[in-house]
Protein backbone atom coordinates (compact mmCIF):
# COMPACT_ATOMS: atom_id res chain seq x y z
CA UNK A 1 0.00 0.00 0.00
CA UNK A 2 1.12 3.37 -0.95
CA UNK A 3 1.45 5.88 1.41
CA UNK A 4 -0.50 8.03 -0.87
CA UNK A 5 -3.10 5.07 -0.45
CA UNK A 6 -3.24 5.67 3.57
CA UNK A 7 -3.17 9.22 3.39
CA UNK A 8 -6.44 9.35 0.95
CA UNK A 9 -7.80 6.83 4.01
CA UNK A 10 -7.33 9.18 6.61
CA UNK A 11 -8.10 12.43 5.37
CA UNK A 12 -11.40 10.77 4.55
CA UNK A 13 -11.85 9.61 7.90
CA UNK A 14 -10.97 12.62 9.24
CA UNK A 15 -13.93 14.59 7.99
CA UNK A 16 -16.31 12.00 7.80
CA UNK A 17 -18.55 13.04 10.37
CA UNK A 18 -18.96 16.44 8.56
CA UNK A 19 -19.12 14.58 4.89
CA UNK A 20 -22.14 12.97 6.21
CA UNK A 21 -23.54 16.23 7.75
CA UNK A 22 -23.31 17.82 3.86
CA UNK A 23 -25.21 14.19 2.22
CA UNK A 24 -28.20 15.03 5.07
CA UNK A 25 -28.33 18.78 4.45
CA UNK A 26 -28.42 18.11 0.50
CA UNK A 27 -31.47 15.73 1.47
CA UNK A 28 -33.07 18.16 3.27
CA UNK A 29 -33.31 20.12 0.65
CA UNK A 30 -36.03 19.12 -1.54
CA UNK A 31 -34.29 19.39 -5.04
CA UNK A 32 -37.44 18.44 -6.85
CA UNK A 33 -37.74 18.48 -10.77
CA UNK A 34 -39.98 21.19 -11.61
CA UNK A 35 -41.64 18.74 -14.04
CA UNK A 36 -43.12 17.12 -11.14
CA UNK A 37 -46.06 18.86 -9.54
CA UNK A 38 -45.11 18.84 -5.83
CA UNK A 39 -43.84 22.44 -3.02
CA UNK A 40 -40.11 22.46 -3.28
CA UNK A 41 -37.35 24.75 -2.05
CA UNK A 42 -36.22 24.56 -5.63
CA UNK A 43 -32.46 23.28 -7.39
CA UNK A 44 -31.52 26.75 -6.75
CA UNK A 45 -31.59 26.51 -2.76
CA UNK A 46 -29.62 23.01 -2.89
CA UNK A 47 -27.14 24.49 -5.28
CA UNK A 48 -26.18 27.84 -2.96
CA UNK A 49 -26.23 25.17 -0.21
CA UNK A 50 -23.84 22.69 -1.82
CA UNK A 51 -21.74 26.15 -3.15
CA UNK A 52 -21.20 27.30 0.74
CA UNK A 53 -19.67 24.15 1.79
CA UNK A 54 -17.74 23.66 -1.16
CA UNK A 55 -16.29 27.62 -0.47
CA UNK A 56 -15.67 26.56 3.10
CA UNK A 57 -13.29 24.04 1.79
CA UNK A 58 -11.39 26.70 -0.43
CA UNK A 59 -12.59 24.99 -3.16
CA UNK A 60 -13.53 28.00 -6.08
CA UNK A 61 -16.99 27.72 -6.88
CA UNK A 62 -19.39 29.25 -9.25
CA UNK A 63 -23.33 29.07 -9.90
CA UNK A 64 -24.37 29.60 -13.66
CA UNK A 65 -27.31 30.52 -14.76
CA UNK A 66 -28.85 28.51 -17.76
CA UNK A 67 -29.61 30.39 -21.56
CA UNK A 68 -32.58 28.39 -22.68
CA UNK A 69 -32.00 29.54 -26.10
CA UNK A 70 -28.74 27.77 -26.59
CA UNK A 71 -30.08 24.53 -25.76
CA UNK A 72 -32.33 24.50 -28.62
CA UNK A 73 -29.91 23.02 -30.89
CA UNK A 74 -30.29 20.02 -28.34
CA UNK A 75 -34.10 19.77 -28.74
CA UNK A 76 -34.00 16.75 -31.18
CA UNK A 77 -31.39 14.86 -28.75
CA UNK A 78 -33.63 15.24 -25.57
CA UNK A 79 -36.52 16.57 -23.81
CA UNK A 80 -35.83 19.93 -22.52
CA UNK A 81 -37.35 21.70 -19.83
CA UNK A 82 -40.02 24.86 -20.55
CA UNK A 83 -37.87 27.22 -18.56
CA UNK A 84 -34.44 27.46 -16.76
CA UNK A 85 -35.25 30.52 -14.77
CA UNK A 86 -33.66 30.41 -11.23
CA UNK A 87 -32.53 27.04 -11.98
CA UNK A 88 -28.70 27.22 -11.96
CA UNK A 89 -26.08 24.83 -12.83
CA UNK A 90 -22.95 24.48 -10.04
CA UNK A 91 -19.16 24.31 -11.43
CA UNK A 92 -16.76 23.82 -9.26
CA UNK A 93 -13.04 23.81 -10.20
CA UNK A 94 -9.52 22.24 -8.92
CA UNK A 95 -6.07 22.51 -10.74
CA UNK A 96 -5.31 23.93 -14.13
CA UNK A 97 -7.98 24.70 -16.48
CA UNK A 98 -6.21 21.95 -18.99
CA UNK A 99 -7.57 18.42 -19.96
CA UNK A 100 -9.82 18.84 -17.18
CA UNK A 101 -11.80 15.56 -16.06
CA UNK A 102 -15.09 16.77 -15.29
CA UNK A 103 -17.23 14.87 -12.71
CA UNK A 104 -20.92 15.26 -13.01
CA UNK A 105 -24.22 14.64 -11.33
CA UNK A 106 -27.29 16.21 -10.83
CA UNK A 107 -28.99 17.90 -7.87
CA UNK A 108 -32.51 17.65 -9.10
CA UNK A 109 -34.72 14.79 -7.20
CA UNK A 110 -37.93 13.09 -8.26
CA UNK A 111 -40.99 14.04 -6.63
CA UNK A 112 -43.45 11.80 -4.32
CA UNK A 113 -45.59 9.64 -6.19
CA UNK A 114 -49.06 9.46 -4.97
CA UNK A 115 -48.81 5.48 -4.26
CA UNK A 116 -45.23 6.13 -2.50
CA UNK A 117 -45.50 5.60 1.14
CA UNK A 118 -42.26 6.60 3.28
CA UNK A 119 -42.55 5.90 7.35
CA UNK A 120 -40.65 9.19 7.51
CA UNK A 121 -40.43 12.45 5.79
CA UNK A 122 -38.19 12.01 2.92
CA UNK A 123 -37.32 15.58 3.07
CA UNK A 124 -35.74 14.67 7.03
CA UNK A 125 -32.92 12.34 6.56
CA UNK A 126 -33.13 9.80 9.08
CA UNK A 127 -29.69 7.60 9.45
CA UNK A 128 -30.68 3.96 11.07
CA UNK A 129 -28.12 1.21 11.67
CA UNK A 130 -26.03 3.26 9.33
CA UNK A 131 -27.95 3.91 6.43
CA UNK A 132 -29.15 7.16 5.27
CA UNK A 133 -32.82 7.66 4.00
CA UNK A 134 -34.00 10.49 2.09
CA UNK A 135 -35.46 11.01 -1.08
CA UNK A 136 -32.54 11.66 -3.24
CA UNK A 137 -30.14 9.89 -1.10
CA UNK A 138 -29.14 7.30 -3.92
CA UNK A 139 -30.25 9.41 -6.71
CA UNK A 140 -27.98 11.03 -6.97
CA UNK A 141 -27.00 13.16 -3.99
CA UNK A 142 -24.44 10.36 -2.55
CA UNK A 143 -23.07 10.34 -5.31
CA UNK A 144 -23.13 14.04 -6.06
CA UNK A 145 -22.30 15.52 -2.27
CA UNK A 146 -19.31 12.56 -2.38
CA UNK A 147 -17.81 14.42 -6.12
CA UNK A 148 -17.74 17.40 -3.39
CA UNK A 149 -16.61 15.72 -0.39
CA UNK A 150 -13.63 14.16 -2.97
CA UNK A 151 -12.92 17.71 -4.25
CA UNK A 152 -12.42 19.36 -0.43
CA UNK A 153 -10.62 16.45 0.35
CA UNK A 154 -8.11 16.69 -2.72
CA UNK A 155 -7.68 20.77 -1.55
CA UNK A 156 -7.26 20.29 2.08
CA UNK A 157 -4.38 17.36 0.99
CA UNK A 158 -3.09 20.18 -1.08
CA UNK A 159 -1.69 17.86 -3.77
CA UNK A 160 -0.77 20.30 -6.77
CA UNK A 161 -2.63 18.92 -9.75
CA UNK A 162 -1.44 19.09 -13.16
CA UNK A 163 -4.50 18.23 -15.07
CA UNK A 164 -7.56 19.87 -13.87
CA UNK A 165 -10.67 18.43 -12.23
CA UNK A 166 -14.61 20.20 -12.77
CA UNK A 167 -17.26 19.13 -10.76
CA UNK A 168 -20.48 20.14 -12.16
CA UNK A 169 -23.96 19.58 -10.37
CA UNK A 170 -26.31 19.96 -12.76
CA UNK A 171 -30.28 20.61 -12.33
CA UNK A 172 -32.72 18.59 -14.57
CA UNK A 173 -31.34 15.27 -15.50
CA UNK A 174 -34.80 14.00 -14.24
CA UNK A 175 -36.08 16.54 -17.15
CA UNK A 176 -34.45 14.91 -19.49
CA UNK A 177 -30.68 16.03 -19.65
CA UNK A 178 -30.72 20.00 -20.51
CA UNK A 179 -28.26 20.79 -17.18
CA UNK A 180 -25.91 18.95 -18.29
CA UNK A 181 -26.24 20.40 -21.98
CA UNK A 182 -25.76 23.88 -20.96
CA UNK A 183 -22.70 22.52 -18.58
CA UNK A 184 -20.82 21.33 -21.73
CA UNK A 185 -20.42 25.06 -22.06
CA UNK A 186 -18.33 25.55 -18.89
CA UNK A 187 -16.14 22.53 -19.43
CA UNK A 188 -15.30 23.23 -23.32
CA UNK A 189 -11.81 21.16 -24.00
CA UNK A 190 -12.38 18.40 -21.01
CA UNK A 191 -10.91 15.51 -21.67
CA UNK A 192 -13.11 12.80 -19.75
CA UNK A 193 -16.33 12.78 -17.65
CA UNK A 194 -17.37 10.34 -14.74
CA UNK A 195 -21.29 10.56 -14.22
CA UNK A 196 -22.13 10.35 -10.53
CA UNK A 197 -25.16 8.00 -10.50
CA UNK A 198 -25.94 4.91 -8.21
CA UNK A 199 -23.48 1.72 -9.56
CA UNK A 200 -22.99 0.35 -6.51
CA UNK A 201 -19.54 1.12 -7.22
CA UNK A 202 -19.53 -0.63 -10.13
CA UNK A 203 -17.83 1.37 -13.00
CA UNK A 204 -20.40 1.25 -15.81
CA UNK A 205 -18.49 2.60 -19.02
CA UNK A 206 -22.36 1.99 -21.09
CA UNK A 207 -25.62 2.67 -20.62
CA UNK A 208 -29.12 1.81 -22.65
CA UNK A 209 -31.32 3.67 -24.61
CA UNK A 210 -34.58 3.57 -25.50
CA UNK A 211 -37.48 4.88 -28.33
CA UNK A 212 -40.94 4.70 -28.07
CA UNK A 213 -42.92 3.75 -30.94
CA UNK A 214 -46.50 4.12 -31.83
CA UNK A 215 -48.93 2.41 -33.82
CA UNK A 216 -52.55 2.84 -34.93
CA UNK A 217 -53.84 0.12 -36.54
CA UNK A 218 -57.27 0.06 -38.61
CA UNK A 219 -59.90 -2.57 -38.61
CA UNK A 220 -63.53 -2.37 -39.35
CA UNK A 221 -66.15 -1.87 -37.35
CA UNK A 222 -69.06 -4.42 -37.43
CA UNK A 223 -71.64 -5.76 -35.39
CA UNK A 224 -71.18 -8.64 -33.43
CA UNK A 225 -73.45 -10.99 -35.25
CA UNK A 226 -72.12 -10.23 -38.29
CA UNK A 227 -68.46 -10.62 -36.91
CA UNK A 228 -67.49 -11.90 -40.22
CA UNK A 229 -67.98 -8.51 -41.93
CA UNK A 230 -65.23 -6.63 -40.13
CA UNK A 231 -61.85 -6.59 -39.34
CA UNK A 232 -60.99 -6.99 -35.52
CA UNK A 233 -58.14 -4.87 -35.04
CA UNK A 234 -56.46 -6.27 -31.82
CA UNK A 235 -55.49 -9.53 -34.27
CA UNK A 236 -54.11 -7.08 -36.93
CA UNK A 237 -52.09 -5.33 -34.02
CA UNK A 238 -51.19 -8.43 -31.86
CA UNK A 239 -49.20 -9.45 -34.78
CA UNK A 240 -46.82 -6.56 -34.16
CA UNK A 241 -46.66 -6.88 -30.42
CA UNK A 242 -45.28 -10.29 -31.67
CA UNK A 243 -43.15 -8.82 -33.92
CA UNK A 244 -41.24 -6.42 -31.80
CA UNK A 245 -40.69 -9.68 -29.36
CA UNK A 246 -39.14 -11.65 -32.19
CA UNK A 247 -36.78 -8.61 -33.06
CA UNK A 248 -36.21 -8.45 -29.21
CA UNK A 249 -35.28 -11.69 -29.12
CA UNK A 250 -33.32 -11.72 -32.26
CA UNK A 251 -31.30 -8.85 -31.28
CA UNK A 252 -30.12 -10.46 -28.54
CA UNK A 253 -28.89 -13.30 -29.95
CA UNK A 254 -27.10 -11.54 -32.66
CA UNK A 255 -25.95 -8.82 -30.98
CA UNK A 256 -24.86 -9.87 -27.12
CA UNK A 257 -23.17 -7.18 -25.22
CA UNK A 258 -20.27 -7.73 -23.09
CA UNK A 259 -21.11 -5.55 -20.44
CA UNK A 260 -24.63 -7.19 -20.42
CA UNK A 261 -24.09 -10.88 -19.49
CA UNK A 262 -25.17 -10.04 -15.39
CA UNK A 263 -29.19 -9.93 -17.21
CA UNK A 264 -31.15 -12.22 -19.07
CA UNK A 265 -32.53 -9.88 -21.30
CA UNK A 266 -30.21 -7.22 -23.27
CA UNK A 267 -32.30 -5.14 -25.48
CA UNK A 268 -34.99 -4.22 -23.12
CA UNK A 269 -38.44 -3.79 -25.06
CA UNK A 270 -41.43 -2.69 -23.33
CA UNK A 271 -45.15 -3.22 -24.62
CA UNK A 272 -46.50 -0.59 -22.34
CA UNK A 273 -49.57 0.06 -23.89
CA UNK A 274 -52.31 -1.61 -25.94
CA UNK A 275 -55.96 -0.24 -26.75
CA UNK A 276 -58.85 -1.05 -28.56
CA UNK A 277 -62.72 -1.18 -27.87
CA UNK A 278 -64.78 0.34 -24.55
CA UNK A 279 -63.93 -1.80 -21.30
CA UNK A 280 -67.90 -3.24 -20.50
CA UNK A 281 -68.87 -3.05 -24.23
CA UNK A 282 -68.71 -5.88 -25.98
CA UNK A 283 -71.51 -4.29 -28.69
CA UNK A 284 -69.47 -3.80 -31.12
CA UNK A 285 -66.11 -4.93 -33.36
CA UNK A 286 -63.73 -2.04 -32.29
CA UNK A 287 -62.79 0.41 -35.03
CA UNK A 288 -59.23 0.33 -34.48
CA UNK A 289 -56.34 -0.41 -31.84
CA UNK A 290 -53.53 1.35 -30.72
CA UNK A 291 -50.07 0.26 -29.58
CA UNK A 292 -47.31 2.07 -27.84
CA UNK A 293 -43.38 -0.15 -27.52
CA UNK A 294 -40.88 0.74 -25.90
CA UNK A 295 -37.73 -0.26 -28.00
CA UNK A 296 -34.59 -0.76 -26.13
CA UNK A 297 -30.78 -0.43 -27.52
CA UNK A 298 -27.38 -1.19 -25.45
CA UNK A 299 -24.43 0.62 -24.91
CA UNK A 300 -23.81 2.65 -28.44
CA UNK A 301 -25.48 1.13 -30.69
CA UNK A 302 -27.68 3.93 -32.70
CA UNK A 303 -31.32 4.08 -32.36
CA UNK A 304 -31.57 5.14 -36.13
CA UNK A 305 -29.85 1.59 -36.89
CA UNK A 306 -32.56 -0.64 -34.12
CA UNK A 307 -35.55 1.28 -35.26
CA UNK A 308 -34.34 0.43 -39.01
CA UNK A 309 -34.89 -3.42 -38.18
CA UNK A 310 -37.88 -2.52 -36.08
CA UNK A 311 -39.66 -1.08 -39.17
CA UNK A 312 -38.30 -3.90 -41.48
CA UNK A 313 -40.11 -6.60 -38.96
CA UNK A 314 -42.86 -4.23 -39.14
CA UNK A 315 -43.17 -3.82 -43.14
CA UNK A 316 -43.07 -7.75 -43.22
CA UNK A 317 -46.09 -8.14 -41.02
CA UNK A 318 -47.97 -5.55 -43.00
CA UNK A 319 -46.54 -7.41 -46.41
CA UNK A 320 -47.83 -10.85 -45.47
CA UNK A 321 -51.65 -10.00 -44.71
CA UNK A 322 -54.17 -8.69 -47.30
CA UNK A 323 -55.74 -5.91 -44.81
CA UNK A 324 -52.83 -4.64 -43.62
CA UNK A 325 -51.63 -4.20 -47.28
CA UNK A 326 -54.78 -2.09 -47.88
CA UNK A 327 -55.43 -0.14 -44.47
CA UNK A 328 -51.78 0.69 -43.99
CA UNK A 329 -51.00 1.12 -39.89
CA UNK A 330 -49.99 4.47 -38.81
CA UNK A 331 -46.46 4.25 -37.64
CA UNK A 332 -44.73 6.88 -35.74
CA UNK A 333 -41.52 7.22 -33.97
CA UNK A 334 -42.10 9.45 -31.26
CA UNK A 335 -40.40 11.95 -29.48
CA UNK A 336 -39.81 9.86 -26.45
CA UNK A 337 -36.25 8.54 -27.09
CA UNK A 338 -33.13 8.83 -25.05
CA UNK A 339 -30.03 7.35 -26.99
CA UNK A 340 -27.33 4.37 -25.08
CA UNK A 341 -24.12 5.39 -24.62
CA UNK A 342 -20.81 3.24 -24.50
CA UNK A 343 -16.77 4.46 -23.60
CA UNK A 344 -14.26 1.51 -24.32
CA UNK A 345 -13.14 -0.22 -21.20
CA UNK A 346 -9.61 0.47 -22.24
CA UNK A 347 -10.47 4.53 -22.51
CA UNK A 348 -8.05 6.51 -19.54
CA UNK A 349 -10.89 7.18 -17.54
CA UNK A 350 -12.45 3.59 -17.25
CA UNK A 351 -8.97 2.70 -16.20
CA UNK A 352 -8.49 4.75 -13.92
CA UNK A 353 -11.62 4.73 -12.17
CA UNK A 354 -11.30 0.92 -12.09
CA UNK A 355 -8.26 1.56 -10.18
CA UNK A 356 -9.72 3.89 -7.58
CA UNK A 357 -12.54 1.63 -7.01
CA UNK A 358 -10.09 -1.51 -6.42
CA UNK A 359 -7.74 0.67 -4.01
CA UNK A 360 -10.91 1.72 -1.78
CA UNK A 361 -12.51 -1.34 -1.67
CA UNK A 362 -9.67 -3.85 -1.72
CA UNK A 363 -11.58 -5.78 -4.17
CA UNK A 364 -11.68 -6.33 -7.83
CA UNK A 365 -13.59 -3.78 -9.95
CA UNK A 366 -16.70 -5.11 -11.62
CA UNK A 367 -17.08 -3.64 -14.77
CA UNK A 368 -20.85 -3.49 -16.08
CA UNK A 369 -23.18 -1.70 -17.87
CA UNK A 370 -25.96 0.22 -16.22
CA UNK A 371 -29.19 -0.17 -17.21
CA UNK A 372 -30.65 3.07 -16.99
CA UNK A 373 -30.43 5.95 -18.83
CA UNK A 374 -27.73 8.75 -17.75
CA UNK A 375 -26.24 11.73 -18.44
CA UNK A 376 -24.08 10.19 -19.63
CA UNK A 377 -25.23 10.15 -23.25
CA UNK A 378 -25.13 14.38 -23.56
CA UNK A 379 -21.09 14.08 -22.40
CA UNK A 380 -21.02 11.57 -25.02
CA UNK A 381 -22.80 12.68 -28.12
CA UNK A 382 -23.23 16.15 -27.26
CA UNK A 383 -19.73 16.52 -25.59
CA UNK A 384 -17.23 13.66 -27.22
CA UNK A 385 -16.38 13.13 -24.02
CA UNK A 386 -15.21 9.54 -23.20
CA UNK A 387 -17.34 8.94 -19.81
CA UNK A 388 -18.04 6.29 -17.26
CA UNK A 389 -20.74 6.05 -14.75
CA UNK A 390 -19.43 4.82 -11.02
CA UNK A 391 -21.72 6.38 -8.04
CA UNK A 392 -22.95 4.99 -4.38
CA UNK A 393 -26.05 3.10 -4.16
CA UNK A 394 -27.96 0.73 -5.54
CA UNK A 395 -30.11 1.91 -9.15
CA UNK A 396 -33.13 -0.28 -7.99
CA UNK A 397 -33.56 2.08 -5.03
CA UNK A 398 -33.91 5.04 -7.12
CA UNK A 399 -37.36 6.96 -7.41
CA UNK A 400 -39.24 4.46 -5.10
CA UNK A 401 -39.98 4.69 -1.05
CA UNK A 402 -37.51 4.33 1.43
CA UNK A 403 -34.06 5.82 -0.66
CA UNK A 404 -31.51 4.24 1.40
CA UNK A 405 -27.73 4.81 1.05
CA UNK A 406 -25.31 3.29 3.76
CA UNK A 407 -23.32 5.56 4.53
CA UNK A 408 -20.02 2.97 4.68
CA UNK A 409 -20.49 3.06 0.52
CA UNK A 410 -20.99 6.85 0.65
CA UNK A 411 -17.38 7.34 2.62
CA UNK A 412 -16.27 5.06 0.06
CA UNK A 413 -17.13 6.82 -3.07
CA UNK A 414 -15.55 9.51 -1.43
CA UNK A 415 -12.09 7.70 -1.42
CA UNK A 416 -13.13 6.57 -4.88
CA UNK A 417 -13.35 10.07 -6.35
CA UNK A 418 -10.62 11.38 -4.24
CA UNK A 419 -8.08 8.40 -5.60
CA UNK A 420 -9.44 9.39 -8.98
CA UNK A 421 -8.69 13.02 -9.00
CA UNK A 422 -5.33 12.21 -7.81
CA UNK A 423 -4.50 9.78 -10.30
CA UNK A 424 -5.80 12.10 -13.08
CA UNK A 425 -4.15 15.24 -11.72
CA UNK A 426 -0.61 13.91 -10.63
CA UNK A 427 -0.31 12.56 -13.90
CA UNK A 428 0.80 14.04 -17.52
CA UNK A 429 -1.96 13.92 -19.97
CA UNK A 430 -0.16 11.18 -22.78
CA UNK A 431 1.29 8.93 -20.35
CA UNK A 432 -1.26 6.70 -21.20
CA UNK A 433 -3.42 4.74 -18.99
CA UNK A 434 -0.32 2.57 -17.22
CA UNK A 435 0.69 3.08 -14.10
ZN1 LIG B 1 -30.04 10.03 -11.33
Partial sequence: VRALD???RRAVADSSGEYVDWLAGLVATP?????YDFPTTGEAAAQQLLAGLLASAGVDVALRPIDRARLERHAGETTLSASYEGRPNLTARLGPPEAVLVLNSHIDVVGIA???????????PRIRDGTLVGRGAVDAKGSLAAMAAALATVRRMEVPLRRGVVLTSVVDEEGGGGGTLAALDEVAGAAAAVVGEPTGLRVSPATRGHWMVRLVVPGRRAHPGAAHEGVNPIDKAYRFVQAAWQVQAALDRARPHPLWTHQPVQHVFNVATFEAGRWGQSASVPGEARLEVMVGTVGGESLEEIRAVVDEAFRRVIATDAWLREHEPQIEWTPRRNAGAETPREAEVVRIMQRAVEAATG??????????????RHLVHAGGLPCVNVGPGEMRLAHTAGEALPLEEYLLAIEVYTRAILAWGTRNSGEGGEA
Fill in 114 to 124: PDEVWETDPFA
Fill in 6 to 8: LEV
Fill in 363 to 376: APARLEGLSAVTDM
Fill in 31 to 35: SVNPR
